[in-house]
């Protein structure tokens, strides 16, 4: 994918499987410039990063929940069907 969020950062959430992403500027628009979001900026940070969710099951589970949180009302059919309306100016 060279542009926009890979499709597995859905499917992974939808199973309730944490998603450890490589940075993309997308994930800023969807879940926020500053939020804590499991995606690392540099190959380096990926190891760490896998190491503390696995040991902190509650703060994986508090991140699974507010990142399907955040997607499930950006996403929702409303808000989808205003998108493709906007973008096919029919709105």
Do not use: C
């Not at 890979?6 to 992974?12: G, K, P, S, V």
């Not at 959430?13 to 500027?25: I, R, T, Y």
């Not at 410039?33 to 896998?50: G, Q, V």
């Not at 696995?54 to 950006?74: C, G, L, P």
Request: charged content about 20%; hydrophobic content about 45%.
């Amino acid at each position: 994918v060279l542009n926009g969020i890979h499709f597995r950062l859905f499917e992974a959430l939808g199973a309730g499987a944490l998603p450890v992403l490589e940075w993309q500027d997308d994930l800023a628009i969807i879940f926020g410039k500053n939020a804590a979001i499991p995606a690392a900026k540099s190959y380096h940070e990926l190891n760490e990063m896998a190491r503390y969710y696995i040991n902190h099951e509650n703060s994986r589970q508090d991140t699974v929940d507010w990142m399907k949180k955040v997607v499930a009302e950006k996403y929702s059919v409303e808000n989808n069907a205003q998108l493709i309306a906007h973008a096919l100016s029919l709105d």
